[in-house]
């Protein structure tokens, strides 16, 4: 009898195992798929971005560097083929879940044409800084000098959203979410074959 114990309670083991496996499995495919969806995305908006900030120019804004650089922004856009710049919040969320795979990009992309840039925005200083800490933040980071005025002209209300720019400064395509490496590169890539 305790044989027979034993035997069920491993196939109900296995059963629930096997459950749990399946459900990853299918987690797994519905990200891969959300994924390969935004990759289609992009591939169909080509040309046809329609965020108000496509096409208007970053190196007016005035900015102040907070951690990991001395040098302007303006100069960091104008010495890149491409910079993502994004606009992030230390409350946010997909800010928080993006972060790591931003910083990743940045230092595997360090000795490239690209440079990942942050710009804080809507946020205290005490909050930014433990966010920077936090996610071991290793590429260059701003703040606006008009954060509003700027936000208003560039209709940043969404966070995260992250701006592809070409080395003379303009907003080439735009993306507002989390963003992943996979769809970095092709954003970048679009920039690059722009130019």
Known sequence: MTGKKIIIAVVFIAFFLLIGISIGA?????????????????QDSEGRDNHHAVGLNLLGTESEAVINTEEPLRDIIQDNEVTVVNFFASWCDPCKRETPELNEYAQDTA??????VGINIDDSVKNRDEFLKTYDVQYPVFELADEADMTKEFKISLMPTTFFIDSNGEVVRAYIGEIGPELITNYINYVKERQ
């Open 111 to 116: 000795d490239s044409d690209v440079q990942v």
């Open 26 to 42: 299918v987690i797994n495919v519905s990200d891969d798929q959300m994924r390969e969806r935004s990759l289609q995305t992009l």
